[in-house]
């Protein structure tokens, strides 16, 4: 009896093997019964994804987009906790053109405005990566250094803005909490200003004589003078301000409050915040929307807002300033980092794409070869599959709506959270 339960033990512990491997390849995807979307996935955490669209596939942890002033290139920075890299996309073609390995990487990316380079931020590692795009494709990076790279020097670029015919880089930091200003030409520092807290995104005025910079530790949009060198004003936000844009005249500025669920608009001449956009899904605003993504149409009459953590885009009429409407919602993949809008296009980088992954040779806390809790990037296959290092993401191409469809889009939403109004 003994002999045989031992035999059992042994057969069932080989078949959870082969199955676990089976599955190691996959992603890990359930669908809901007897839903009419044969694709919705429900995620772990009780939430589900419909996404709308078509899709590519992108790397791990995609945390920002950009288009070329011509809308020719699109880019995209991936910094997860695997391998990080910079992929170059043709948006019109929507196929990807180029992938390029980085050491490190984390949101800043930026054109020049001849679109004959793409500029990067190369994060801990504290440098900025200059590409030369040749031939469609991202050739071997020059590099602007802000110091050594960590543990001996803490600084870790974000952020980063270009004035070419300036021959200046800005970049922001959230390690030191600085603002760094660069000569193209030589690659020289010129100046270095303590902005007193973490920093994460930077964008120049229309005619290059301010730069805007969200100070992420301090719920503030800083105000730079390019000329006098020195911050002139600080406009208060609301909690965690991440990612700014602006239309064309530069009028007025949309910054994302990731903590708050909320959009602060900024009238530039007036100096102040005319309005707070709620991108929550209901008007208790529950806190956990994350947003962290923005993007206006062609025409600058819609706002696009992406809601990390509620997997969708929140859409308002933004055509009267000060007076903002809510549109309706987009379904996208797992959370959605950013989004940009090329033509009648919405494309939007999912963090962790679509479906949760099998890590079979996970965590083994018994085991003392495990170093699974040191969160690092990873370059090379190890014993040990860290969780967060198997997501990949994906870049949803969704044509823009119309109001029925977005009214569609809308359902789809609410159907995938685990909420409701009461």
């Known amino acids: 009896m003994i002999i045989i339960k031992k035999i059992t033990r042994v057969f069932l512990h080989n078949l959870l093997i082969i199955c676990l491997l089976l599955l190691s390849n996959k992603g890990i995807t359930q669908t809901i019964p007897n839903s009419k979307n044969p694709s919705k996935v429900l995620l772990p955490n009780g939430w589900s994804l419909s996404p709308a669209g078509r899709s590519l596939q992108l790397g791990d942890l995609p945390l920002n987009i950009q288009v070329s002033p011509s809308q020719k290139f699109m880019a995209v920075t991936n910094n997860g906790q695997s391998k990080h890299s910079i992929q170059l996309i043709d948006p019109q073609g929507e196929k990807i053109l180029h992938e390029q390995p980085i050491g490190k990487a984390w949101y800043g990316l930026k054109f020049s405005a001849d679109e004959k380079k793409l500029y990067a931020s190369g994060a801990n590692d504290n440098i900025i990566l200059v590409y030369p795009i040749v031939n469609k494709k991202l050739a071997a990076a020059d590099t602007i250094v802000l110091g050594k790279a960590w543990p001996a020097e803490k600084i870790g670029p974000t952020g980063l803005e270009v004035d070419d015919a300036g021959k200046r880089l800005y970049t922001v930091t959230k390690e030191n909490n600085s603002l760094y200003v660069f ?103 529950l806190t956990g929307s994350t947003t962290n993504g923005l993007a206006l149409s062609e025409d600058e009459k819609t706002l696009y807002v992406a809601n990390a953590d509620n997997n969708c885009l929140a859409v308002f009429n933004v055509s009267t300033p000060g007076k903002s409407r809510s549109k309706g919602f987009i379904p996208t993949g797992w959370y959605p980092t950013n989004v940009r809008v090329s033509g009648k296009k919405i494309f939007v980088s999912n963090g962790k794409g679509f479906n949760s992954m099998a890590n079979p040779y996970g965590p083994q806390p018994v085991k003392r070869t495990d170093n699974s809790g040191v969160h690092v990037g990873i370059t090379e296959q190890r014993e040990v599959q860290y969780i967060g290092g198997l997501f990949k993401g994906t870049l949803s191409i969704i044509d823009q709506p119309d109001d029925s469809k977005l009214e569609s889009f809308s359902k789809q939403v609410y159907a995938n959270t685990p909420y409701n109004k009461q």
């Open 183 to 285: 000569d193209l030409s030589t690659k020289k520092l010129l100046h270095k200003v303590n902005l007193g807290a973490e920093a994460y995104d930077c964008l120049l005025s229309p005619d290059k004589s301010k730069l805007y910079i969200s100070l992420w530790g301090s719920d503030k949009l800083a105000v730079y003078d390019t000329r006098t060198n020195r911050v002139i004003t600080e406009i208060f936000t609301e909690n965690h301000p991440n990612e700014i844009i602006q239309n064309r005249s530069g009028k007025y500025l949309f910054i994302a409050n990731a903590n708050d669920n909320s959009v602060s608009v900024i009238d530039t001449q007036a100096g102040k915040v005319i309005e707070v956009i709620s991108t929550a899904l209901y008007p208790t605003r």
